[in-house]
């Protein structure tokens, strides 16, 4: 209990005024008159000045009394609570989202710089099966496997891979050169890589020559 509530408790049970009466003549609800009694609620210096006056005491105690501006700050912080309580809960939410996303960086055929983001779902620590940290998109740099509905601009779903496999669609670093390519195995540590812009262009290269960079999965198409 406050000291100014105590006060006005002693002075409202002296004069045997109920706690409803003192509300009426106070113009206030009678649960704030029990809560300033009680100390859970501030009361202001104008309150505290009417209350004296019908009561007929003097609560003008300096130490008792709670200006306007105390009770704004009060107010102030009471605000603040839920408004911390939001940042918290969002903080939660945003960790809880980056547990289940992950921006997947676009790169051009360098896999040096990032052009932009995508937002992928993550299951099991991983994205559509492979782990996090080897997928990427490609951004398709020329028509050459346009005939593969593969084309300038689209954007390719890949992961990082060492090794080729048949029949894969491949970024290799070959002749001093990056290119999207079909892959065929011959064997005897051979490949076939194949473009097509409109027509099947094949070059046969040993194993050995070409540096595996990724494995597309599928083409987003840009239209």
Known sequence: MSRVGEKIKMAREKSGMPAKVL????????????????????????FIDRAAKVLNVDLNDISMVVTDEALMEEKKTLKEIPKRKMEASSEVWTDAFSSVLKSVPIYDYSLSKSNGFKEMPVHSNKIEGYPQDKVCYLQIEDDEMSGFRIMKGDLAFAHTVKEVSNNGIFLLDYKGKRKVRQVKTLGNSKILLVSNSGSLITETMEIKEVNVIAKLERIE???
């Open 23 to 46: 509300a009426k003549k106070l113009g206030v609800a009678e649960k704030f008159i029990n809560e300033v009694e009680m100390g859970r609620k501030v009361a202001p210096e104008s």
């Open 221 to 223: 198409i840009k239209l």
